[in-house]
């Protein structure tokens, strides 16, 4: 065992010397040999009945670019590197649409209003968003996890599940495959990926998260349970601000507490969703890499740069979101049952209103119909309106998912 696990940290080290300064914690040999010999073991045991023998154990990896929009501009404009960037427009109603890691530093986040952004780095550097540069990045380094695995899952543009099980490339372990795609990430694009490694979905997105940026982290199945009972349940995926500010007031505040409650109480208490917490307090996740995922929404919202006061203006705005969902639904021949309209006021209080219909829109008529009333609901208009927004969802006709984008609202923050 210990000339094996001699080959393996070899082949680390010359994958460290292609990454530069990364981090991949202390599990890795662990995890080579939870990935070169727990499945032969597993293949050497005589067949059972189906319902003695253990679900397989995948090797998932999650790969998240660093700081993607920002790096991505750092990198075609060098004056701006080691400078504080902000991806979006600096005008009074601008928004942050991405931060590079020195405005980070200052506290600039995503989706943070521009002033704010000013306010806590005055030196911030803001540059118009490139879309069509993004995008093209992005199928690069599909490209390169496509070399892998078909069984890739984007999650937008700068995010991507792996299913490595098949191991298609000989390699060592997921460890090793996860190092030598964020290589090439490196040597082909130029820009850096963090990347997660472990049996679940879950774990490998918690696992990206842990070493960034430019780094990796490893859990295998002996950790999984122990590494998110020391966690926070506000980093979980599936657990939003106010679920966790829910789950703090009962005295949930990390992993550890969350596993305390029985299903039945998750369940009373936060009704389906209890089933999740439940399971993911304990490591467990079966959901499968879905290259084939489907698209179970369309929505376009805007933010305008000075707020409409009148039912004409709002309604324009209305049908002009209306009729970007239907582009999209007229090209991928998506079709939904539930509109939905959003209103955010001056004051930043955002309101929605929902109507589901017993068919599928079928026209672009009967969008803006709906849309339209729903938003008339809102009158009258108790202040002005920053944004608006119209989203098709409960399809009868899903789509497939194309690479997903950012939100539309990002391309009218410039």
């Known amino acids: 065992m210990a000339a094996s696990t001699g080959r393996v940290l070899f082949l680390f080290s010359v994958f460290a010397g292609l990454l530069g300064n990364r981090r991949v914690i202390s599990t890795e040999e662990t995890e080579a040999i939870w990935v070169d010999r727990g499945q032969s073991r597993q293949r050497a045991k005589p067949l059972s009945s189906q319902q003695d023998k253990p679900p397989p154990i995948r090797k998932i990896i999650h790969v998240d670019q660093d700081a993607f929009f920002a790096s991505v501009e750092q990198r075609d404009a060098p004056e701006l590197r080691g400078k504080p960037v902000a991806v979006g427009g600096s005008s009074g109603r601008g928004v942050v649409a991405a931060a590079s890691y020195e405005a980070r530093a200052f506290g ?13 780095c005055p030196d911030l550097v803001f540059v118009r968003p490139r879309f069509d540069v993004y995008r093209a990045v992005s199928q690069a380094i599909r490209t390169i996890f496509l070399d ?22 000989g390699l060592p372990s997921a460890t090793a495959t996860a190092e030598e795609i964020r290589a090439r990430i490196l040597a082909e694009t130029g820009l850096t990926a963090s990347a ?17 940026p430019n780094g990796q982290c490893v859990i295998p199945p002996s950790r999984g349970e122990a590494f998110v009972a020391s966690l926070p349940v506000a980093r979980f995926h599936g657990v939003g601000p106010r679920t966790a500010e829910k789950m703090a007031r009962l005295g949930i505040e990390t992993g550890a507490d969350l596993k305390g409650w029985t299903l039945a109480d998750l369940t009373a208490r936060f009704g389906k969703a209890g089933g ?8 467990q996740d079966h959901r499968a890499v879905s290259p084939d995922r489907v698209r179970k929404s369309s929505g376009s919202e805007t933010t305008f740069h000075n707020d409409l006061h009148t039912p004409e203006e709002v309604e324009r705005g209305i049908c002009a979101m209306a009729a970007d969902v239907w582009e999209w639904c007229a090209r991928t021949g998506g079709r939904g049952r539930t509109v939905t309209i959003k209103a955010r006021f001056s004051d930043f209080r955002t309101v929605t209103r929902s109507r589901t219909l017993n068919l599928a829109v079928g026209d672009r008529a009967t969008l803006d119909a709906v849309a339209l009333a729903l938003v008339r609901t809102l009158y009258p208009l108790p202040m002005g309106v920053r944004l608006v927004g119209v989203t098709l969802s409960g399809f009868d006709t899903p789509a497939p998912a194309p690479v997903p984008e950012q939100l539309d609202w990002l391309a009218e923050v410039a």
């Not at 600039?108 to 806590?120: C, E």
Request: no cysteine.
């Open 276 to 283: 999740w917490y439940h399971a993911i307090a304990r490591g």
């Open 148 to 169: 892998y695995t078909p069984l890739v899952e984007p999650l937008s543009l700068d995010e991507a599940y792996l299913d490595v099980t098949a191991n298609q490339r």
């Open 196 to 212: 997660g490694i472990s049996y679940n979905k879950f774990l490998a997105k918690l696992a990206s998260d842990q070493n960034k």
């Open 108 to 120: 600039v986040r995503s989706a943070m209003p521009s002033v704010t952004a000013l306010r806590r």
